[in-house]
C-alpha cells in the first residue's frame, strides 16, 4: 500500500527555535493534512492543505504542499512548551479510493525545553 | 458544536471476554473510521463506514473485529474473545462526503488486555 516517510522521527528542541518537519511519498497525492496529538488524546487537525504550491498559516505554523505533488512541510515558529506533541502528516493520494481513506506518516515526536 | 465523542475512555479487560466500543461522530458526517494505535506507533486504519454501510473493512485484523453503525451516525466496534495484543488505543473520526478529505478524531478509547 501507500506509504508516507515522515521525518524526522524525534526533535529535542529549546523554547523559541524554529521546527521544520516533513513528509514525501513515491506517488502524488491531492490532499495534505497536518495533525498533532497530546498524550491521551486523539489527533487534532492543523492545516489542510489542497493545491499544489498552497502555503497555508495558522498561527505560527506553517504548512506547504509540495510543488511535486509528492511531498509537504510543517514549520513551526518561535515553539513554546505547549507545541510538544507528536505531529503527523496524512494524505491522500491522487487516484486512491474514492472518498476520503487517508494515509498516515509514522509522526514526529517533538520535546520542547523550556 | 460537539466534537467526535468516543465511549469508554479506558476499559480493562480480560484475555477471551468480548468488548464494545462506541463513537458519536460529529453531527452531519457521513464517513465514519476507525483506526488503531498501538503503543508509540502511527495509525493502522480498520473500517470506514459511508452512512450505515462498510464498503471497506480491509483492515480489520480478524474476524474477531467487527463493526456497524446505526442511523448514519453512532457506531459500535467489536472485539470478540480479546487477546493481549488487541490491547491499544482505538481512534474514531468522521468527515464529510464530497472530496474534502479532513477528519476529525475523537479522544479515543484506551483498551487493555490482561
Known amino acids: 500500500g501507500q506509504q508516507l516517510n515522515q521525518s524526522p522521527q524525534s526533535m529535542f528542541i529549546q523554547e523559541g527555535e524554529d521546527v521544520s518537519m516533513n513528509c514525501t511519498s513515491s506517488s502524488i497525492f491531492n490532499t495534505w493534512l497536518w495533525y498533532k496529538q497530546e498524550p491521551g488524546e486523539g489527533p487534532v487537525l492543523l492545516i489542510a492543505?489542497?493545491?499544489?504550491?498552497e502555503l497555508t498559516s495558522n498561527g505560527r505554523l506553517t504548512a506547504q504542499f509540495g510543488i511535486t505533488r509528492k511531498d509537504s512541510f510543517l514549520n513551526i515558529s518561535a515553539s513554546i512548551p505547549s507545541d510538544v506533541g507528536i505531529y503527523f502528516c496524512?494524505?491522500?493520494?491522487?487516484?486512491?479510493?474514492?472518498?476520503?481513506?487517508?494515509?498516515f506518516g509514522q509522526g514526529t515526536i517533538l520535546t520542547v525545553h523550556p | 458544536g460537539a466534537g467526535v465523542s468516543q465511549s469508554p475512555s479506558n476499559k480493562v479487560t480480560e484475555k477471551g471476554k468480548d468488548v464494545e466500543l462506541r463513537c458519536d461522530p460529529i453531527?452531519?458526517?457521513?464517513?465514519l473510521y476507525w483506526y488503531r494505535q498501538s503503543l508509540g506507533q502511527g495509525l493502522e486504519f480498520l473500517i470506514y463506514?459511508?452512512?450505515?454501510?462498510?464498503?471497506?473493512k480491509s483492515g480489520l485484523p480478524s474476524d474477531r473485529f467487527s463493526a456497524e453503525r446505526t442511523g448514519g451516525s453512532v457506531s459500535t466496534l467489536t472485539i470478540q474473545r480479546t487477546q493481549q495484543e488487541d490491547s491499544a488505543v482505538y481512534l474514531c473520526?468522521?468527515?464529510?462526503?464530497?472530496?474534502?478529505?479532513?477528519?476529525?478524531f475523537g479522544p479515543g478509547t484506551r483498551l487493555t488486555v490482561t
Open positions: 453531527s452531519g458526517h457521513t464517513a
Open positions: 463506514f459511508q452512512g450505515n454501510s462498510a464498503p471497506d
Open positions: 496524512a494524505g491522500h493520494p491522487a487516484g486512491g479510493t474514492s472518498y476520503g481513506k487517508l494515509t
Open positions: 492543505l489542497y493545491k499544489a504550491g
Open positions: 473520526a468522521s468527515s464529510f462526503s464530497g472530496g474534502r478529505y479532513e477528519q476529525y
